[in-house]
């Protein structure tokens, strides 16, 4: 529901008054120009894997083409850094382009407004941009119309773009420090007649890897240069996986099964081998690396999720457990998509429905995580002495 109340915004993310469709692009990569014409949405990742560089697009229109009223150009992605002039004028302008792995416009949607004395009866628009390595640089649509109706189209797109991850991601945040006070609780008590319970500190552990991961989706200023800054996020999502996985597991009481061993050891193998794997793919201009990386993540959660909710449905399952699975399965399934999609397709604007999908993951794995402290505490033998 979700991914369908997303893809229905974005259908008006595109129907201004005039929006480019091709585009002469111009690119750079070390030191070699080539001249082409692109369809927009133009994504430089796709167009030239694991290599940087900068590119010059143009766009030619006419006058008689623009409403009467004030008008404001609107772009849903434009990145890595961009400089934006129409006729010879820069109208707008964000990051350094010659320094590589500064600051990433292309995570927030930009909004310029154009002064009308600047359009002529043949009009030439004209965007320079830094392209990194891995950042998914490039322009995602250009959009001219009446300045009510692009600020309309701004303030939807951000809302989803940026207001909506960062809500999650705070909420992740203070779930987590609920469950590392629930950790810490657990051993002064000694809930259940044993020491801090693990349920409790993977569930912290998973919780502000996410709120990391989101963060740096919304974050332009890395606090590191890139693309070394690029692989902790993408680490940060394999230890939120694993460690969910890993909690299921707590939770169904799986501790005792003959696989239960083996499946860890191939949760940490997986996890180790992201620390070769990411930044050999960002810092080493491999992307196939990481894409393999994800793959072999996805693939993982996905076959524990269809198991949990195998086991959640048989009789020894309860309406909890058959949540949980349920949420664990459709985030292994929309993180699948969503990596198909970035890598096989352009794209709106790169918008992970894994973020939005977390949300239902996120409510459900805290509710587990309390249910979890309750039944717990109520075996604690500092609690019948209470009663």
């Given at each position: 529901m979700?991914?369908?109340v ?14 480019f469709?091709?585009a002469?692009v111009s690119?750079?990569?070390?030191g ?13 990742d ?15 229109f ?6 009467p009223?004030p ?22 302008r ?39 390595s ?20 701004f ?21 987590a ?21 693990p ?12 709120a ?7 974050w ?5 240069p890139?693309p ?25 009481k ?23 794997f ?24 996905l ?6 909710v ?7 399952g ?9 949420a ?14 970035m890598?096989t ?8 429905l894994?973020?939005?999908a ?25 609690a019948?002495q209470?009663a």
């Amino acid at each position: 529901m979700l991914a369908l109340v997303l893809v229905s915004s974005w259908g008006g993310l595109h129907a201004g008054q005039l929006q480019f469709e091709n585009a002469i692009v111009s690119t750079t990569i070390d030191g070699k120009v080539s001249r082409d014409i692109v369809t927009l949405p133009f994504r430089w990742d796709l167009q030239y894997p694991g290599l940087a560089g900068s590119a010059v697009l143009e766009f030619e229109f006419m006058a008689d083409q623009l409403p009467p009223s004030p008008v404001g150009l609107y772009f849903p992605k434009l990145g890595s850094a961009y400089v934006v002039s129409l006729n010879g004028v820069v109208i707008g302008r964000d990051g350094d382009l010659l320094v590589a792995g500064g600051q990433d416009t292309g995570k927030a949607p930009r909004l310029m407004p154009v002064n009308a004395e600047l359009f002529k009866p043949h009009n030439i628009l004209r965007i320079q941009l830094r392209a990194d390595s891995g950042r998914k640089a490039g322009v995602s649509a250009v959009v001219i119309d009446e300045w009510g109706k692009v600020s309309a189209l701004f303030d939807e797109y951000r809302l989803w773009r940026v207001g909506v991850p960062a809500a999650i991601a705070v909420a992740h945040a203070c779930l987590a420090v609920l469950s590392v006070l629930l950790w810490w609780w657990s051993g002064r008590n000694r809930w259940g007649g044993a020491g801090p319970q693990p349920v409790f500190l993977f569930s912290a552990v998973a919780m502000f890897c996410w709120a990391l991961r989101l963060t740096d989706s919304i974050w332009e200023t890395p606090p590191l240069p890139w693309p070394l800054w690029g692989a902790i996020p993408v680490l940060g999502l394999g230890v939120w996986g694993c460690c969910c996985a890993h909690m299921c597991m707590l939770v169904a009481k799986w501790d005792d099964r003959p696989w239960a061993a083996a499946f860890r050891l191939w949760l940490v193998a997986i996890l180790l081998s992201g620390w070769v794997f990411v930044p050999w793919g960002l810092i080493g201009a491999h992307p196939a690396l990481l894409t393999i990386w994800y793959a072999v993540l996805g693939l993982t959660l996905l076959a524990f999720s269809v198991g949990l909710v195998k086991h959640s449905m048989g009789s020894g399952g309860n309406a909890g457990g058959r949540l949980l699975s349920g949420a664990v399965l459709l985030s292994a399934c929309i993180g699948l998509l969503d990596l198909l999609r970035m890598r096989t397709h352009a794209g709106v604007a790169d918008v992970a429905l894994l973020y939005y999908a977390s949300i239902v993951f996120g409510l459900i794995l805290a509710i587990t995580t309390f249910q979890y402290a309750r039944a717990n505490r109520q075996l604690s033998p500092k609690a019948h002495q209470a009663a």
